[in-house]
């Protein structure tokens, strides 16, 4: 059980100074922002779009702003199992934990959108960039999930199994680990393979793509996930993940139908 070994001998904490702890998953929320704001940048200047470092970092800002809110917000609504009717004060405490993929999601588009409109900059095409450094960021929310020993999966006898501390005296998928490679990885190289045309694939192409394969990776991870204690499983083998996952799978699908057919060209400023 090598992962097990490797699990138990991090520290979910990564510096400690005194009173002051910062742990490794608000450092992979660091990473993941500052690497999707170079990919961003990065991939701009590649299809010549002339957008200033200046309007990229606006830009990175009210994504920011949009994941924390939309996350917090789609977790205290989908998840919150009525805890926060009782407890309205712990929805502002977010080191307690507790976000979600799919309102950070949500957030991020309209963060994003409202700073491109006050710019005068291409919403769809600001969309499309977004995508393709976002798995990084997932990639990395995954692994500090792994290392602070939640959202893991089903008994396994597996041998990558990983005994979690809340995970009782069983060896468990390490289903964060699915989501890191899955989520993170696969979608990242193919979306950046797919960026690589210049000129670039038609507006909508690369949100399109990220959304179907989220919704497909997230769908079929789930099956080995253990779902949140608060929900359960909706009905059968359902969870609330796969639920809220499906409807990106048919949005993406519907995005990349239309991006092939008007075919529009990537833009930046509107000007």
Not at 24 to 50: D, I, K, M, S
Not at 84 to 106: A, D, K, Q, R
Not at 239 to 268: C, D, E, F, K
Request: aromatic share 14%; hydrophobic share 50%.
């Amino acid at each position: 059980m090598f992962l097990d070994e490797i699990y138990h001998a991090l520290d979910p904490v990564a510096i400690s100074i005194g009173p002051v702890s910062i742990r490794w998953y608000a450092l992979a929320y660091l990473a993941g922002f500052v690497c999707a704001g170079v990919v961003l940048w990065r991939t701009q200047r590649r299809w010549g779009l002339g957008i200033s470092l200046d309007d990229v970092l606006s830009i990175m800002i009210g994504i920011v702003f949009g994941i924390i809110v939309g996350a917090r917000l789609f977790y205290v609504l989908f998840y919150g199992a009525g805890y926060y009717l009782e407890n309205p004060m712990e929805i502002f405490m977010l080191n307690h934990g507790g976000m979600s993929f799919h309102g950070g999601l949500v957030g991020a588009v309209v963060g994003g959108s409202l700073v491109c409109w006050r710019l005068g900059i291409s919403i769809p095409t600001v969309c499309d960039m977004g995508v393709i450094g976002a798995p990084i960021g997932l990639f990395f929310g995954r692994c500090a999930n792994f290392v602070n020993g939640e959202l893991w999966g089903k008994e396994t006898d597996l041998p990558w199994g990983v005994m979690f501390e809340t995970g009782g005296a069983v060896y468990r998928h390490p289903s964060q680990l699915y989501e890191a490679v899955l989520e993170g990885i696969v979608i990242f190289v193919v979306l950046y393979a797919l960026s690589r045309r210049v000129p670039p694939r038609p507006q909508g192409t690369f949100m399109g793509v990220f959304l179907a394969l989220y919704g497909i990776f997230r769908f079929l991870v789930e099956f080995v996930r253990v779902p949140d204690a608060q929900l359960g499983y909706l009905f059968g083998p359902i969870t609330m993940g796969q639920l809220l996952s499906l409807p990106l799978v048919l949005l993406g699908i519907a995005i990349l139908v239309g991006a092939h057919q008007l075919n529009r060209p990537q833009r930046g400023y509107l000007g």
